[in-house]
């Protein structure tokens, strides 16, 4: 116990300097050399230049609004029951308006003329067979079931009766194939970008300086032409195309696309190289076994002789979602010299690793290690306390004083020392 307070004590008067060795080896030295030239070439290379170190960062902030044309005739001859035979931009936008995403109705179900009434419930809906009232308890709503129950059975149905909006949905019908709305696919969306780099002060959106009125009213969007890449205005079955998927096998039964829009700026450049980029991708899959597209219902309300009707929709669709990413990047003295710092400090990798190299795997490890490691015992060192049991650890060597000879103890504190290897 006594040994090991010594010990404790006794670093506490201790201090550690480097003591540079030179040793001249090929080994070595080609090693050396090699870590030194693969950091440095990572820091200027990769840290400084590919990955842009020098420059200060700020991410964009952005507004986006979108603008839908187009019309769409349905063939009641075809879709006999959809009462609506032509669509425009207030039929299949629903909602009108909202925050960075937009819906396209391609495919529906329509059920007419619905009052509020007493009528069967769907008998796709759990729990609505019955063979007696009593299986239809009064003021109950079933789960998924269309209205609340009146306590009565039709025997003759096997239904229960409820009251709610008659007549009901009916379960089992199919969206249409081919979709109804297919002509959709011809539609535009004119995507308007807002951005700005508050940081730097600079605003940008993608409506660009080289547009006209006449260039706006007749591009479109085309991702190999040098000028409609940067067009504002997107066929639909352009942007379903370009995410590898069929317009017709997507409008049956829905889906969700993401709209990326890229701002990825070097602002060392000029501020019109800041351009947008374009990325389109199928959120969902056309692979699911259940539950497959995008779909909700809605309705329109009117009158007829004070009596309240309403027309329910089951709506498939494309719901297009729209993010912005990026930032923008302009050269700043403090990230530069952050950099450069933190390259420096790597340098000091090479070193450790030839350390390893010469004192675990060179045969001249034990002569290395004789000369790297040194151990001085000054005038005023601490001095533990020594008993008998007290178990001698290392041998010192003292450090000189006035009295000892001019050339005694030489070696022992040369800081520098050269060694010559083969």
Partial sequence: MGSICNKAVGVFFEYDTPRIVHIRSKKVGVINRLLQLIIIGYVIGYAIVYKKGYQENDAVQSAVTTKLKGVVYVNQSQYPDITTSVWDVAEYVVPPQENNAFFVITNLIETPKQTIGICIEDPKVLGSNCTTSSQCPAG???PAGNGLLTGECNTTAGLCFIRA??????????APDPPALLGS????????????????????????????????????FNLNHPADQYCPIFILND??????????????????????????????????????????????????????????????????????????FKA??????????????????EPFMINVGSGLALLSIAT??????????????????????????????????????????AEEIRAPTYNDTPHSNT???????SLDSD
Avoid: H
């Fill in 165 to 174: 909006w008659c007549p009901v949905e009916n379960g089992a019908a199919k």
């Fill in 239 to 312: 942007i379903v195309s370009l995410t590898g998927s069929s317009y017709k096998e997507m409008a049956l039964l829905g889906g969700v696309i993401e709209i990326q829009i890229q701002w990825n700026c070097n602002l060392d450049l000029s501020v019109s190289e800041c351009v947008p980029k374009y990325m389109f991708r199928r959120l969902d899959s056309s692979d699911y076994k259940i539950s497959k597209g995008y779909n909700f219902r809605y309705a329109k309300y009117y009158k007829e002789n004070d009596v309240e009707f309403r027309t329910l």
């Fill in 352 to 393: 450790v690793v030839c350390d390893i190299v010469v004192l675990y795997f060179l045969k001249a490890r034990n002569l290395y290690k004789d000369k790297k490691y040194l151990q001085v015992v000054g005038d005023d060192a601490y001095k533990p306390i020594v008993t008998d049991r007290s178990p001698i650890l």
């Fill in 185 to 220: 696919k011809d539609f535009t969306v004119f995507i308007k970008n807002n951005i700005q780099f508050p940081k730097f002060k600079v605003k940008r959106r993608n409506l660009l300086d080289f547009f006209n009125d006449s260039m706006l009213a007749s591009c479109r």
């Fill in 316 to 333: 498939y669709g494309i719901k297009f979602i729209l993010s912005v990413t990026g930032e923008a990047g302009k050269f700043n003295f």
């Fill in 140 to 142: 109950k709503v079933l």
């Fill in 411 to 417: 070696n022992n504190f040369t800081k520098y020392r």
